[in-house]
């Protein structure tokens, strides 16, 4: 760990007050050491990380950490602070601070020592000992394991590995990881656990939750095997040992990978922090789940718990959850080709005008000295893939509920739904129904020899069969009949109507800036556009001049009013302008996160005064991305510009007002949670 601390990384006397002036603070080191190159860059993406979720640890540990392009090479700074920082712990502010550099491209023997570290601070005496150093030298000493703890015997940081910890508390061979306590009697069959951990990193999180299982499992007389699906490395368990296991635990951010591999065995799935602040509540949750007989059925990744024989759902979540999960499985694999397809389309409209898309085929009719050649080749390469949009989202849709033996159903009921004329509402349905029917063959018990064709053969093969059926003889004829009243009410949207529509949809983009229900606005926006009509370019056009407000008024806000952000803030502001000119609506999100309650009401009310206005003017859009680079395309433009000006102005008036409130600006308060982000708007 030589190469990645040093005494000048270290900050015995961290003055900072919050998180975000707490990593500038160590980031600067890292600056001055050469470690870093650019320090805004770097602490863009140290938010970002923090975004996704509060690295706070009980304890009184605050462990900031990314990946950036803008690292030289794997670094370390520590700091500890005497009045505590907040970084979103549960059992309050953090006093040791780690902030964790990684290049993006790092080798794995870098983050192995990094992860290192990270299960070093699951460890009592190490972080007492870092509280009572005096100098820094010592400190980074301490830190890289090269001397002892003045407060007692502190382990020095293991050799880089990528297997994770084992923990046993049985004499009988298996391997231990550390003495056996005293008060656990030899067991002849321990009981036997196999445990995933990972976060949206990889560098942290995951390691700490994997030191943390394995502590508790020795302590409780579990033998325990680990699969850290980290940066370190990703070494598969042994199928023995999963075979042998009684029961598993998913401690885990990001999906898990292979998880069919434990299928039929009780599971615990959890989030990575309850891995490392909760562990033997998982353990014990674990040998509960196997003493009543409840096991998993994950053969091809969709989950159905059986008790006793009796079939349940397969997520303990609420059916709701899983239905927002589902469909948004669906967009967000939707969204790449709306976003190639569409600007396609909409650079061919700028080249060639809008009688471009009845061109000739360029296969047979290409001239590659006329624009109008190279406009009729764009609009045609952009219509392929926007033919792909409907049966992308059914596929995915099905995928996110049965994984990949759906993907075939689904891209068949999606492919119907265009045939018919089910549109965009026929492909939700036949993504939903593709997923189902998956789901309930996958629930049938089979004879072992069929197991192997079942995902790749038998369940395609009957899916969409069943699906096909559906879509052409049951189903598909209604939901065509009710796009037609859809597509016939858009078209007829006028006055008031229309109005109200712009409102809703304005609310919708700026409610969360990138989650659920500002996916759902661009989704039914951008499911308009594959069978364009007047009503269908005017919500296209309302949802992106909505989707717009939150990044420039908060820019807006920073800039006239400057004293009530933090520093950070002011930062945040100036990209905020680039973002919202580009229709990127997470550009708010920071602001967002760190003051809720006055941010996210300020700017829906600014998103749907430009809906509205974007309505009311008659405005269009025939592109689904590009912000203020595809204007020229937009019907009524000067009005269009006007509306996104008047409802930036009302967010960032109201934004002002709240905030002048007596609020404390120079320490904004962490939020719990952050909408998710999208490509999309």
């Known amino acids: ?81 005497g009045s505590g920082i907040d970084f979103g712990a549960a059992d309050g502010p953090a006093d040791l601070v780690f902030l964790i550099a990684a290049p993006a491209g790092a080798d794995d023997d870098h983050l192995t020592i990094l992860s290192a570290l990270a299960r070093r601070l699951m460890d009592p005496e190490f972080t007492e000992a870092l509280r009572a150093e005096r100098a820094p030298g010592a400190a980074a000493s301490l830190i890289r394991g090269e001397e002892a703890a003045p407060a007692g015997s502190v382990p ?28 656990v009697a030899p ?61 598993v635990i998913w401690a885990h951010d990001v999906e898990v990978r292979e998880k069919a591999r434990f299928d039929g065995k009780p599971i615990v799935d959890t989030g990575v922090k309850a891995g490392i602040n909760r562990p033997a509540e998982l353990i014990a949750e674990a040998r509960q789940k196997a003493e009543r007989g409840e096991t998993t059925v994950l053969a091809t990744g969709a989950a159905a718990h059986r008790d006793g024989g009796a079939t349940t759902g397969g997520d303990h979540a609420h059916f709701g959850v899983r239905l927002r999960t589902y469909l948004m499985s669906g967009v967000s694999y939707m969204v790449p080709f709306v976003a190639a397809g569409g600007l396609l389309i909409a650079l061919s409209f700028a080249i060639g005008g809008y009688e471009i898309a009845g061109a000739k085929s360029v296969a047979d009719h290409f001239v590659w000295g006329e624009s109008a050649s190279w406009a009729a080749l764009l609009n045609q390469i952009g219509t392929a893939a926007f033919a792909f949009l409907v049966p992308v989202l059914a596929g995915y849709i099905a995928y996110g509920m049965a994984d990949r033996p759906a993907l075939v159903p689904g891209f068949v009921g999606g492919a119907i739904a265009l045939t018919i004329n089910a549109g965009f509402l026929g492909g939700l349905v036949a993504g939903l129904l593709a997923g189902a029917v998956v789901m309930a063959i996958q629930r049938v018990k089979v004879h072992p020899t069929l197991r192997g064709i079942m995902p790749v053969l038998v369940i395609p093969l009957i899916a969409s069969a069943v699906v096909g059926f559906l879509m052409f003889i049951v189903v598909g004829k209604p939901i065509a009949s009710l796009q037609r009243a859809l597509t016939d009410g858009l078209n ?29 606005a661009y989704a039914f926006a951008v499911g308009g556009l594959a069978d364009p009509t007047p009503g269908s370019l005017k919500v296209m056009a309302a ?23 933090s520093r950070t803030e002011r930062e945040n502001g100036r990209a905020a302008w680039v973002l919202g000119a580009s229709f990127i609506s997470e550009g708010a999100i920071p602001f967002a996160a760190a003051d809720p309650l006055r941010v996210i009401p300020s700017v829906m009310a600014g998103g749907a005064v430009t809906g509205a206005l974007s309505m009311a003017f008659d405005c269009t859009l025939r592109a689904p991305h590009g912000g203020i680079f595809v204007v020229p395309l937009i019907g009524n433009p000067f009005l269009y510009l006007l509306a996104i000006a008047a409802g930036t102005t009302v967010a960032t008036t109201l934004v002002v007002l709240l905030k002048s409130m007596g609020r404390n600006t120079e320490a904004p308060a962490p939020a719990a949670e952050t909408p998710e982000i999208s490509v999309a708007a």
């Open 492 to 520: 007829g949207l006028s006055g008031s109507n229309a109005i109200i529509l712009g409102i809703v949809l304005g609310l919708m983009m700026c409610f969360d800036m990138g989650g659920p229900l500002n996916k759902v």
């Open 543 to 565: 949802v992106m001049a909505a989707g717009m407000v939150p990044p420039l008024a908060m820019a807006l806000a920073t800039t006239v009013r400057s004293r009530l952000f």
């Open 1 to 81: 760990m030589s190469e990645l601390i040093t005494a000048a990384l270290v900050d015995l006397d961290l003055s900072a007050e919050t998180k975000q002036d707490a990593a500038r603070s160590l980031a600067e080191r890292m600056v001055a050491e050469g470690r870093v190159t650019d320090l805004d860059g770097f602490l863009a993406d140290v938010a970002a990380r923090e975004a996704q979720m509060p690295t706070g640890l009980d304890g009184g540990i605050g462990i900031p950490h990314c990946r950036s392009e803008h690292v030289t090479a794997p670094t370390l700074a520590f700091g500890r602070s």
């Open 187 to 247: 067991a002849t069959e321990p009981f036997r656990i196999v445990a995933v951990t990972s976060c949206p990193t990889g560098i942290a999180h995951t390691y700490m939750a994997a030191e943390s299982l394995a502590a508790a499992a020795r302590a409780g007389g579990v033998v325990l095997d680990v699969e850290t699906q980290g940066s370190a490395g990703f070494e598969r368990l042994d199928p023995a040992l999963i075979a042998a296991a009684d029961a």
């Open 156 to 183: 020095k940081a293991p050799a880089p590995e990528a297997s994770a910890p084992q923990a046993s508390a049985a004499d009988d061979g298996t391997p231990v990881d550390g003495p056996v306590p005293d008060s």
